[in-house]
């Protein structure tokens, strides 16, 4: 059987994991394609939102000037979380720390 391709609004990166999660873990059935391409989608969404924080900062002025959290802290926490839960859902045993995770730089 053919593996399925990758969705292609995903990342050149979460074209690669797919590939590789799909081929490693044969991951073949309906209910687990989507919880990967799920999974993927927030992963995508937190390496935005850290390259956002990592442009703007993490902490940013309102509009009167006073310090106010970068919303896309929340976006990438929440974004993470449920990269995480899609690994938990499928049962791969991926090691999270191996995974590029650049620091916050300014």
């Given at each position: 059987m053919?593996s399925?391709k ?10 690669k994991l ?13 209910g687990?394609l989507?919880?990967?391409r ?8 937190a ?6 924080i ?9 509009r009167?000037g006073?310090p106010?959290s970068?919303?896309?802290?929340t976006?990438?926490?929440d ?7 899609a ?6 045993d991926i ?12």
């Open positions: 053919k399925p990758a969705p292609p609004h995903l990342s050149d990166e979460a074209k797919w590939k590789t999660l799909i081929s490693e873990y044969s991951i073949s059935d309906s687990g989507a919880v990967l799920s999974g993927l989608e927030a992963r995508d969404r390496e935005q939102a850290r390259l956002d990592a442009g703007r900062g993490l902490i940013l002025s309102d009167f006073q106010k970068n919303p896309a802290a976006i990438e926490r974004s993470r979380s449920q990269w995480l839960q690994i938990k859902q499928l049962g791969l090691d999270v720390a191996e995974q590029k995770i650049t620091p916050y730089r300014r």
